[in-house]
């Protein structure tokens, strides 16, 4: 009867040890993913309210530029960096006046667990 306590109670820690991790490494690429179209929104908005074009690049860090300086937008001061391993493909976006960019895929990616980001000419994000 105790063997079979402690085996359960082994069984029940070890699901929950084991299930934590999992969503930590799926949390933490959501949030990077929910970081960056943020940033890629916060860029389109700059770029349509001012005259100059609006930079936003990826790699290491996301980071949007006016004028060549890092800016603070929508209570973020940029660059941020993303969490520890996690990667992303390093791209370079301008917008111009229209809130339009080029398009292209992102790519974040942890411990083998990836999420893509679709970004259209429109600077519309997905």
Do not use: C, H, W
Not at 73 to 87: K, W
């Amino acid at each position: 009867m105790e063997l079979v306590i402690v085996l359960v109670l082994v069984g029940i820690l070890s699901v929950s040890v084991l299930g934590g991790r999992a969503p930590s490494k799926t949390m933490q690429l959501q949030s990077s993913r929910d970081q960056l179209v943020a940033a890629f929104y916060s860029a389109q908005q700059l770029a349509m309210a001012r005259t100059g074009n609006v930079q936003l690049s990826t790699g290491t860090q996301i980071d949007i530029r006016l004028g060549g300086s890092s800016v603070k937008a929508g209570g973020v001061q940029y660059p941020i960096s993303l969490p520890a391993n996690v990667t992303l493909t390093s791209a370079s976006f301008t917008f111009n006046r229209l809130g339009q960019t080029t398009a292209n895929t992102l790519t974040l990616s942890k411990n083998g667990s990836s999420v893509t980001v679709d970004v259209e000419s429109s600077g519309y994000v997905r």
